[in-house]
């Protein structure tokens, strides 16, 4: 037994390199690894269980509409996109018979990755917009993904690296609104039909310059915002406001029903703790927002108070709304 117990290890300890099956070079056709929706070469080759092949992206996008072959309509209700796996023997097909056209598209992706990052230029950054509702710093937003253009934009903003992307509102007289706050993806959970349920948290602010369109979601030219850091006595009377203004919000909330506590509990989470040197934040305090994400204010109240720039003026807002709730006896 000892000596068939070595000789398993000696087996399996042993490395072969593997030999490439022989391909007559004159055989291989470039339109044989064409991608029948991109009319590409295929990149990131996908074989559904029917087996027809496409690039991931292609066949990604597709099932998004309906979930089935582009060709045959077979049904892939079953072949969810987290388990579409690389086709590895295509793949090295092609990198090995077609170095130069695999080349190519290599550069021709890396430059379409490029375009979805969006390039800085003058301040500016180009996002993806999901339109839907307000959101803002430090709190968390999640979303309910279903409509295939934004199905789209969530894919790609994972595949880029970057995690995230922009939300704004509706407006009445324009694609969406002027102001909005950068989300980051932090989980995704997908359903077998597609659907997905999207735990984000806010970030930066930014400012709409030019708005335009990419594959049927809005995309935005932004400059991101930042708050004015005050010096001096300015500082001083800030941080006077401040504590006047939060111990006001922790009264509101203490007095708060248990049933509107849990709510909010529930959907916002507790209230954050106050940073050190909070008015040097690039958005202040995240407990701001978090009363601003709960107070009953509608979209153009909160569309101002997020494009404010100075903390001070931020902490006058809360405060007055305060004001006003207590006068009314909601308080």
Not at 1 to 9: G, N, Q
Not at 123 to 134: A, E, K, L, S, Y
Not at 288 to 300: E, F, H, M, R
Request: aromatic share 8%.
């Amino acid at each position: 037994m000892d000596r068939v117990d070595e000789a398993v290890k000696k087996i399996l300890s042993m490395s072969s390199p593997e030999k490439s099956r022989h391909i007559n070079q004159e055989a291989v056709d470039k339109d044989d690894f064409d991608c029948s929706l991109c009319f590409r070469l295929l990149w990131q080759p996908i074989t559904t269980p029917c087996g027809h092949t496409y690039c991931k992206a292609c066949i990604d996008r597709s099932l998004d509409h309906k979930r089935e072959c582009p060709l045959c309509k077979t049904t892939l209700k079953a072949h969810h996109r987290a388990n579409l796996t690389v086709n590895d023997f295509v793949e090295e097909t092609i990198r090995r018979m077609l170095p130069g056209e695999f080349c190519e598209r290599q550069k021709i992706y890396e430059e379409e990755m490029t375009e979805i990052i969006g390039a800085t230029k003058d301040g500016r950054t180009t996002i993806p917009v999901f339109v839907c509702t307000m959101s803002f710093p430090n709190i968390p937003c999640p979303l309910h993904v279903f409509e295939p253009r934004y199905r789209l934009m969530i894919r790609r903003a994972m595949e880029a690296g970057t995690r995230e992307f922009g939300m704004c509102t509706n407006a009445s007289d324009k694609a969406f609104s002027d102001y909005g706050t950068m989300l980051e993806i932090r989980d995704i959970q997908y359903f077998p039909d597609g659907r997905a349920v999207v735990d984000t948290m806010g970030g930066r602010r930014f400012k709409v310059l030019d708005r335009d369109t990419k594959d049927g979601y809005s995309t935005a030219s932004v400059e991101f915002l930042h708050d004015v850091v005050p010096e001096g006595q300015e500082l001083v009377d800030l941080q006077q406001l401040h504590e006047r203004t939060r111990t006001l919000a922790v009264s509101w909330f203490d007095e708060a029903s248990d049933e509107i506590k849990a709510g909010i509990l529930s959907h916002y989470g507790a209230m954050p703790a106050l940073e050190q040197d909070y008015w040097s934040c690039p958005s202040g305090p995240a407990w701001t927002w978090w009363v601003l994400a709960i107070l009953p204010l509608d979209s153009q109240a909160q569309q101002q108070i997020l494009s404010q720039t100075q903390l001070k003026k931020r902490l006058e807002a809360i405060g007055r709304i305060l004001g006003f709730m207590r006068r009314r006896g909601s308080f």
